[in-house]
């Protein structure tokens, strides 16, 4: 057997290496730009409608839409498009040129008879073939001619003279060829002029470029880039910088100032072309923010300086003459946020109270685009500072929240509102309209348990309960059934209920649309959903905020007199009922309980990150007892049955003054006197009755 090396001259083979080479790139791009997302879309969520437009809309359209065409990578997509069409001309080429490579000559498909045919059979077929197609038998049907009848047998006969000579047939069972072994050619999918003396060195010049420095960057571009941001999607360096900006006496307008060490990756290459810039920045905030902030502003340099007056200039709602700046003002608020959630997990870990709700807060701030220390009336559409100072009495100590200002009776609220300098009817309709549909979370009942016991005893697994409503301000919510404020404990015989895993039988939906951004709690939702979804959560309205955000809401266990975080936060993102049927809904905090006994005095925080004025914090006293002996003494309620009275158990019991049954013999052998022996066992059983009680009694 021979072996000869052949190059494709003709380019027969080279789809082949054209089609390995576009899978090997092709088949891991269109996996990560297709393969399902964890977190699931925001697009098909309820939104609360408004017609309100910001006076800078148009900007913040023009930044929605860049960042739409950012998310559907479009050199992605092109990349994808030009690659699997090349590769679907690749394999048209492949099945083409199979189709017209010459097959080998084979008798077994020229009589269509199996390999494992006998002689004998293969015999019989044949004659069978020569009464259907020997040329003095056969009938011409449509194209057919005598020539290709002739043809045909012709075949037939050289198929069958082969298979009935034994060595031919035994070649073509074991070698496929009736001359046996054959020598065989190995094609390599590229022309000969690739190693001609000209071009050789070129050839293995592109093969080293492509496989030795090429491929090994892009495989490690995006390894180091899957390693340089956290879990919150911040560089690794900018959750350096807010680490170190941490302080433990940290407010909102300081948390502020730390999140402006995120516009490094931002300015820093365009520091120099920031002159006069920042100049501008100031120059418009400086007449709109608080004490402090021009003070801490000048201290600064360069790109943090921008991007702490960029932030502020977002939070006051200021506009400038330049496009540029206005764009780079959305962006730098939207990235806020996510280094915002990187900071919230720094705070978590020190475990200070004030931190942790500054950064909370600040995400307010933030999202509706208010400073701190600012009404929590600008989030309604078309007011005004002018109008909340009118509405507040200037000079009010703190400012009015949502819920305050819907306490007020309709005409009292018409009467601040609408009117000169005011809003006009339609606006005013809208704003209390928006007012209404805001979401705020109602505390019913918050309280402790430990699961199948009555009460909280030293290391156990404890739960903070809360039942909560959403009620809307100035919405009257019917009262709440006393039967949803109580919390009953899982069957048991439901193991996963009792372990805290779903169930086949109750279905617990704890499904949500957006990962929690900090460490939190798993969210349990005692209240079942069955035979469909839970409702979607509605986005929150925030018309100044360039992109499209859940509401959240943060409970966590603190300490006052320390100011101190207790117990991690819990985010609460999606309701597992309906929320405009003012439903109760249930959601447990799991901890281990304090190792001793006595009274342990927690401050409950609830914190929305989306709305200002809606927290609600209360204090609240978690009861550790000792844990009760077994009591050795036989109580009669708990016993199965009671003993006869002529067994051991029986007689001992006699002499402790229990009731005993009467036995079986006894009854035989007195029937005479059977309505005085009922008499006197129910008169026993009613003295066995009242020694119990009067154990009780003793007990409590």
């Given at each position: 057997m021979s072996t000869d090396y052949n190059y494709d001259e003709q380019g027969q083979f080279f789809p082949y290496f054209v089609a390995t080479m576009l899978l090997l790139a092709l088949g891991p791009v269109t996996y990560s730009t297709f393969a399902p997302s964890k977190q699931t879309g925001l697009q098909n969520n309820p939104r609360i409608e408004s017609s309100f437009k910001p006076a800078d809309y148009d900007h913040i359209e023009q930044h929605k839409r860049k960042k739409r065409k950012e998310s559907r990578r479009i050199k992605r997509m092109t990349f994808l498009a030009i690659g699997w069409s090349l590769m679907a001309y690749m394999i048209y080429l492949i099945l083409t040129s199979s189709a017209l490579t010459p097959k080998i000559w084979d008798p077994y498909t020229i009589l269509g008879i199996s390999m494992s045919a006998s002689e004998k059979a293969i015999k019989s077929h044949y004659r069978r073939l020569s009464i259907k197609f020997h040329p003095d038998k056969v009938k011409l049907q449509g194209n057919d001619t005598l020539e290709s009848a002739n043809e045909r047998w012709v075949e037939i006969t050289k198929a069958y003279k082969a298979l009935t000579d034994e060595e031919i047939r035994r070649n073509y069972q074991e070698y496929g060829h009736p001359d046996g072994k054959q020598s065989y050619s190995i094609g390599i999918a590229l022309p000969q002029w690739t190693i001609a003396d000209g071009s050789k060195y070129w050839v293995l010049a592109f093969y080293g470029v492509m496989f030795g420095i090429v491929l090994p960057?892009?495989?490690g571009k995006w390894w180091y880039g899957t390693k340089k941001y956290t879990k919150d999607g911040v560089l690794m360096e900018t959750a350096g910088r807010l680490f170190k900006g941490y302080e433990e006496d940290c407010d909102e307008k300081k948390a502020v100032e730390i999140l402006s060490a995120g516009g490094l990756e931002k300015f820093k290459k365009d520091e120099k072309n920031m002159e006069g810039k920042e100049h501008i920045i100031e120059s418009a905030i400086k007449d709109k923010v608080p004490f402090g902030v021009m003070s801490t502003l000048e201290k600064m340099e360069g790109w943090k300086r921008k991007t702490y007056g960029l932030l502020w200039a977002f939070m006051t709602r200021t506009r400038f003459e330049d496009s540029k700046l206005d764009a780079?003002?959305?962006?730098?608020?939207?990235?806020?946020?996510?280094?915002?959630?990187?900071?919230?997990a720094i705070m978590l870990a020190f475990s200070s109270t004030k931190p942790i709700l500054s950064s909370m807060r600040i995400n307010q701030n933030l999202v509706q685009a208010i400073p701190p220390g600012g009404s929590p009336l600008l989030q309604l559409p078309y007011f005004t500072e002018t109008l909340i100072e009118k509405i507040e009495e200037f000079g009010a100590k703190d400012h009015w929240t949502i819920q305050r200002f819907m306490s007020l009776s309709d005409e009292k609220r018409r009467q601040l509102c609408v009117g000169k300098d005011g809003l006009t009817e339609e606006q005013y309709k809208e704003a209390i309209a928006i007012a209404q549909k805001i979401p705020i979370l109602h505390v019913e009942k918050a309280f402790f348990k430990v699961q199948g016991e009555k009460t909280v005893t030293p290391n156990a697994i404890c739960q903070l309960v809360l039942k909560v409503r959403v009620i809307p301000a100035g919405v009257t919510a019917p009262p709440v059934d006393p039967k949803d404020l109580e919390d009953e404990d899982p069957a048991e015989d439901d193991i996963d209920a009792l372990i805290g895993r779903t169930s086949s039988k109750s279905k617990t939906q704890t499904k949500t649309t957006e990962k929690s951004p900090i460490p939190t709690n798993e969210v349990e939702k005692?209240?079942?959903?069955?035979?469909?979804?839970?409702?979607?959560?509605?986005?929150?309205?925030?018309?100044?905020?360039?992109?499209?955000?859940?509401?959240k809401w943060h409970v966590f266990l603190a300490d006052r007199r320390s100011g101190r975080m207790i117990i991690a936060p819990m985010t609460i993102v999606q309701f597992p009922e309906p929320t405009d049927n003012f439903q109760v809904q249930t959601f447990k905090l799991q901890f281990g309980a304090p190792p001793n006994s006595g009274e342990v005095h927690f401050q409950m925080h609830l914190v929305c990150d989306s709305y200002l004025g809606t927290d609600y914090k209360t204090g609240i006293v978690l009861k550790v007892d000792?844990?009760?002996?077994?009591?050795?003494?036989?109580?009669?309620?708990?016993?199965?049955?009671?003993?006869?009275?002529?067994?051991?158990?029986?007689?001992?019991?006699s002499s402790r003054g229990q009731s005993v049954k009467r036995s079986s013999h006894h009854h035989h052998h007195h029937d005479d006197s059977d309505e005085e022996d009922e008499s006197d066992t129910e008169g026993e059983e009613d003295e066995g009755s009242a020694t119990d009680t009067d154990t009780d009694t003793d007990e409590d």
């Open positions: 960057y892009y495989v780079e003002k959305l962006d730098v608020a939207q990235d806020a946020v996510s280094w915002n959630n990187s900071l919230l005692s209240a079942l959903v069955t035979g469909s979804e839970p409702p979607m959560p509605t986005l929150t309205h925030a018309p100044f905020f360039p992109a499209a955000t859940l509401p000792e844990p009760r002996m077994f009591d050795t003494r036989i109580k009669e309620e708990d016993e199965i049955s009671e003993p006869e009275e002529d067994s051991l158990a029986g007689l001992m019991a």
